[in-house]
């Protein structure tokens, strides 16, 4: 480790390590990536997390967190407020913390999708269909919410978390589960993600869809 510089592990095709590496570069923060997969690298992972789970940070001090909302809320600490990607104030902070969840939750819900249908010799029906209707269902109520808003951004003229949460868990649950998740059903979502992809951070900070092996 470089001394002061932050470590993210994690590969950027998880949605949630690629919000925090996105979160660092808009934030101008350094940091040295590891790539590494909770299943091939789950030796030394587990080094870091006992958990075995991505995003995991090591701060410049040592200190490590593990939880992308828990990293998220650090960052935001480390800058002026003016630049803070949530907002600071009520009501505003959390209507933004609100679809940042949802988006998350969307992101959660795909991942245990994939891995019932894909790593599992005989999935679940009942969990398949039930996680298709979560995700489905999130799907519809973040279209819905974008689809009241005209601003280039979802709260505004401005990029914040929530922007980058769900742009995040769009490209991946595109990339892993095309079979389910089509946005030409949901336009503004569609429009939205093709808006996020475009920025440079979001060009930067990418690694295509790997299957767990």
Not at 103 to 124: C, I, Q, R
Not at 146 to 175: K, N, Q, Y
Not at 177 to 182: G, N, R, S
Request: proline share 7%; charged share 20%.
């Amino acid at each position: 480790m470089r001394e002061g510089i932050m470590i993210l592990i994690g590969q950027f095709d998880s949605s949630f390590v690629r919000r925090v590496g996105i979160a660092l570069t808009l934030y101008d923060i350094p940091f040295e990536h590891r790539p590494w997969s909770v299943f091939g690298d789950a030796g030394r992972l587990a080094a870091f997390n006992p958990l075995t789970k991505v995003p995991t940070l090591v701060l410049d001090d040592g200190e490590v967190l593990v939880d992308s909302h828990l990293i998220i809320d650090h960052l935001d600490t480390l800058v002026e407020p003016a630049r803070r990607l949530y907002p600071t104030a009520e009501p505003a902070r959390r209507r933004a913390l609100k679809v940042a969840a949802l988006a998350t939750g969307l992101a959660d819900v795909g991942v245990s999708l994939f891995y019932e249908k894909h790593l599992h010799a005989d999935a679940s029906e009942m969990l398949v269909a039930r996680r298709s209707a979560q995700l489905l269902g999130a799907l519809a109520a973040l279209e819905t919410d974008r689809a009241g808003r005209a601003s280039p951004f979802w709260f505004g003229e401005t990029i914040g978390h929530a922007d980058i949460a769900v742009a995040c868990a769009l490209r991946h649950m595109r990339e892993s589960l095309p079979e389910i998740v089509d946005l030409q059903a949901c336009p503004h979502l569609a429009a939205h993600a093709e808006r996020m992809e475009a920025l440079p951070a979001f060009r930067t900070i990418f690694q295509p869809f790997v299957p767990p092996s």
